[in-house]
């Protein structure tokens, strides 16, 4: 079964080391991994420094891959101005080739639908997908693991239900919220308001504006 581990890892731009210090437990295929938290937290930089286009300490360990070069693949959260291809149109495309669909950020059943085919794809290809998600809910609906990183370091990591406590959203996110069961069971984050009086800005006001925007950004581990 593919693996992949994550040891001391950090990233440079230039002499800054933006990313420091990031260790995990070993990652199996079929698990879908969520890596959330604030806005400039570093979580761009991590894909960036596992996908291997930056360089930094530490050490990306994969263990069982389809083939030991170009095991990881890498789909940024933003396309380059000259694309024809949106980001949930790219990956749509890996499922539905030719149909010429058009999707846009802020359609809620293309999210869930992008979401339960990087689930389907996991399972049964027994890949590992690594995917920031600024939607917290869709991180407790569609991951199993989910990693926290604020100020380019990771703040915690395990089982997403486990993880995504109040002290996170208190610490993280500024915001006081709980976590409720809704009737199948599944956690539903609920902000009950702003913590200590203090504004957060997880969100962008582009991403806000819809009340559902959301973007993606993945990188996954193909299986032997």
């Known amino acids: 079964m593919v693996t992949i581990r994550l040891e001391a890892l950090g990233a440079r731009y230039g002499k800054s080391l933006r990313l420091r210090d990031v260790t995990t437990p070993a990652f199996e295929g079929g698990a879908i991994v969520a890596v959330i938290g604030p806005n400039a937290a570093g979580k761009s930089t991590l894909f960036r420094r596992i996908a291997g286009l930056l360089a ?12 030991e070069r170009n095991a990881i693949c890498y789909m940024p959260q933003d396309t380059s101005a000259n694309a024809v291809l949106t980001v949930y149109e790219s990956v749509l495309l890996a499922r539905k080739q030719g149909m010429g669909w058009s999707v846009g950020d802020d359609d809620l059943s293309r999210q869930v639908e992008v979401l339960g085919l990087m689930r389907e794809l996991a399972q049964a290809r027994r890949m590992i997908v690594l995917i920031a998600l600024h939607d917290l809910n869709h991180a407790l609906r569609f991951s199993d693991q989910a990693m926290v990183i604020a100020d380019g370091r990771l703040v915690a990591c395990g089982s997403s239900p486990d993880i995504t406590t109040s002290d996170l959203w208190r610490d993280g996110y500024h915001v006081n919220a709980r976590i409720e069961p809704c009737s199948r069971g599944i956690g539903h984050v609920i902000v009950d308001g ?14 806000t504006q819809s009340g559902v925007r959301s973007r993606f950004e993945a990188a996954a581990v193909s299986a032997a």
């Not at 913590?195 to 582009?206: I, K, L, Q, V």
């Open 56 to 67: 930094g300490p530490g050490n990306v360990h994969v263990w069982n891959a389809r083939r």
């Open 194 to 207: 702003v913590a200590d009086g203090r504004r957060t800005d997880f969100m962008s006001a582009a991403e």
